[in-house]
């Protein structure tokens, strides 16, 4: 079940305002956002300020978007202007942009509402929200776990009840990973499909925005709303509408799984992909297991391409051009430098811009970064050859269904290699999507991944959509079930 066509007939029907519809979230964030730090920002006054405006659109009976009323979040790494944009960092606490992100400007127009900004691990580098320098959030289901990273916030906001739907972003599965933990659908669209205009960059070749919601087709929904032309992107290319088609059956489909993909992952995510498996050849798809001996090149190649993108992008940030600036006393250029960056990024951030800058080094690139480029085209060789033989692949998105707060940061190196089951479709430029499987495991949901061949974002969301059908849906957040029963407002 859609929840914003139901919103959406209220809002028409008048059976309640945009701007009731907006105080009803800010109330609820104002409840529960201090337990779940999912926000690190509430835009209240804007959020106001945006539903008035879309109440008068509603009362003009203007040509309406799916959009128009509907509070959400952006994950704090999309540029919005005049309001907060920190990357969850020290380096730009206090940062307001001059300008929207393509994004949030293509919402804007179709008259969305923010509600504030998400928590992310710091410049979305970390799997668990806890390189977050204004602290980690926690998991709906069970605060004792992570949401996941670094879309982590975002996700929460969502599964939590605090907003309809969200944006992240996604470099290495920072969109999939906590949809996965946290229970809703986060699609990493096609690269290119989404304009980057405006997201504060990770790595440049493999970063993506796409969108977190409770079903894939409020998913689709928002995804047609991102996806227009945008020339300032010189990687973007855009996408088709997809809303439109995920009632085409999924019948005569064929799926794979790669093994390797399964290699260390627990029981809980093994029984998920079987009985999600069961499930799709209910609706008629066949499915199969596959070797991909390459995907075994992908985690290396990910954090080598990635962190050396990083050290590039981030050198931006030394407290004179850009970011948080030292006020210790410096004798040099380079010392006042270093005390900038030393307060203004965390240790995570450190650790993989120094990495990257090692890589890149005199003498080691070619060891390095140009073997890792290499490896990074047998893994898109691999998927696209195995892609032209079978229509998506199947797979956990994450190794583990649960990550206990603390952990990622007592061994980060072992997250790292978890992150084999997402990262191959980053390095191809892949759509890959996480959706709700009907497996618990104490107490909690968990998700499987799904992959395409470039620009099949649609036959994902329709996969996913058909397999909603089969009882893989969650029941709703408590305060977004109340609110579509009426028994709010």
């Known amino acids: 079940m859609s929840v914003l066509e139901p919103l959406r007939s209220m809002l028409d029907q008048k059976q309640l305002s945009a701007l009731e519809l907006t105080q009803y979230f ?16 509430t835009a209240e006054e804007t959020a106001l300020e945006q539903a008035k405006l879309a109440d008068r659109r509603l009362a003009a009976r203007e040509p309406l978007s799916p959009l128009t009323g509907i509070p959400m979040v952006l994950k704090d790494n999309i540029s919005t202007r005049g309001l907060p944009t920190t ?34 691990d710091e410049f979305a580098m970390g799997s668990s929200t806890e390189t977050s320098c ?28 605090l907003a309809v739907c969200a944006l992240g972003s996604d470099t ?8 996965a933990f946290c229970g809703i659908t986060g699609l990493k669209p096609t690269y290119g499909a989404v304009s980057r205009w405006g997201l504060i960059a990770y790595a440049s070749s493999l970063d993506q925005i796409g969108p977190m919601a409770l079903c894939a087709k409020d998913a689709a ?33 064929k799926a794979a799984i790669p093994r390797e993909m399964l290699e260390g992952a627990s029981p809980a995510a093994i029984g998920a992909v079987e009985d999600t498996l069961r499930r799709l050849e209910a609706l008629g798809v066949s499915v199969e297991e596959i070797s991909l001996p390459a995907l075994q090149l992908a985690a290396p ?11 590039s992008n981030l050198a931006r940030y030394d407290g004179i051009r850009y970011g948080h600036r030292s006020q210790k006393p410096a004798a040099s250029f380079q010392e006042a430098v ?41 893994v898109k060789d691999s998927l696209l050859e195995a892609l032209s033989r079978f229509d998506f692949l199947l797979a956990p998105p994450f190794p583990a269904t649960e990550l206990p707060l603390g952990q990622a940061l ?13 990262v191959p479709a980053s390095l191809a430029g892949l759509p890959a999507l996480s959706t709700p499987s009907a497996v618990w495991e104490n107490d909690h949901p968990t998700g499987v991944q799904l992959i395409s061949r470039p620009f099949a974002d649609g036959l994902l969301l329709r996969v996913a959509h058909h397999l909603e059908q089969t009882g893989t849906r969650l029941p709703l957040p408590k305060p977004v079930a109340a609110l579509l029963q009426k028994e709010v407002l």
Not at 223 to 247: N, Q
Not at 302 to 308: F, G, W
Not at 348 to 358: D, H, K, S
């Open 172 to 179: 290495g599965g920072s969109i999939r990973q906590p949809a």
């Open 134 to 161: 204004f602290g980690p959030s926690r998991n709906p289901w069970n605060p004792s776990l992570s949401p996941g990273g670094s879309s982590g916030g975002p996700a929460a906001a969502v599964a939590g009840g």
């Open 410 to 422: 007592k061994d980060p190196v072992a997250l790292y290699q978890a992150d084999l089951c997402t």
């Open 301 to 311: 190649a990910y954090y080598i391409v990635a962190c050396a993108e990083a050290s």
């Open 338 to 378: 270093g005390n900038s960056r030393r307060e203004g990024f965390g240790p995570e951030v450190r650790r993989r811009i120094l990495m990257g800058a090692w890589v890149l080094s005199a003498g080691h690139r070619e060891q390095y970064y140009q073997q890792a480029q290499k490896a990074r085209q047998a």
């Open 87 to 120: 990357c969850g960092s020290r380096m730009l606490e206090g940062y307001r942009p001059v300008y929207d992100a393509a994004v949030w400007e293509a919402l804007g127009k179709q008259g969305a509402v923010l509600l504030g900004k998400g928590n992310l």
């Open 26 to 41: 800010l109330e609820t964030i104002r409840r529960d956002n201090p337990a779940l730090r999912a926000l690190l920002y």
């Open 221 to 253: 929904l928002l995804l047609d709303t991102i996806t227009g032309p945008d020339s300032r992107d010189d990687t973007h290319r855009g996408l088709a509408p997809v809303s439109g088609s995920l009632e085409e059956p999924i019948r005569g489909q």
